[in-house]
Nanobody, 129 residues
Framework: QVQLVESGGGLVQAGGSLRLSCAAS????????MGWFRQAPGEQRLFVAS?????????YYDDSVKGRFTISRDNAKNTVYLQMNSLKPEDTAVYFC?????????????????????WGQGTQVTVSS
């Protein structure tokens, strides 16, 4: 199992920026990708962005955040970052970090929660209008 710890959430005004971090420990050698999901009150937990742990570091984004959010990684620190710019009130949610082991289906189904087997505790992001 991989342990994940998120940090960096908070309160920001619309148009502002935040950077989330997720540090992984434990069986990190088993990770194929790490990603971010978010869950607003009363809503499902939805995919935001992910990055593979391969040499290339393929990235994936939900359409709602493309051009505003950037996911990146630091392999040496086993840490993934989510830079969030031009934040909107609808970005308000609890953001969860997740890790996915190898799957031949990952490139096709990167947004699918069942592909991720390790989850962080979540960090609150609130964007005021």
């Amino acid at each position: 199992q991989v342990q994940l710890v998120e940090s960096g959430g908070g309160l920001v005004q619309a148009g502002g920026s935040l950077r989330l971090s997720c540090a992984a420990s434990g069986r990190t050698f088993s990770m194929n990708a790490m990603g971010w999901f978010r869950q607003a009150p009363g809503e499902q937990r939805l995919f935001v962005a992910s990055i593979t742990w391969s040499t290339v570091g393929d990235t994936y984004y939900d359409d709602s955040v493309k051009g505003r959010f950037t996911i990146s990684r630091d392999n040496a620190k086993n840490t993934v970052y989510l830079q969030m710019n031009s934040l909107k009130p609808e970005d308000t949610a609890v953001y969860f970090c997740a890790a996915a082991p190898y799957s031949e289906y990952y490139n096709a189904y990167y947004y699918s929660r069942p592909l991720y087997d390790s989850w962080g505790q979540g960090t609150q992001v609130t964007v005021s209008s």
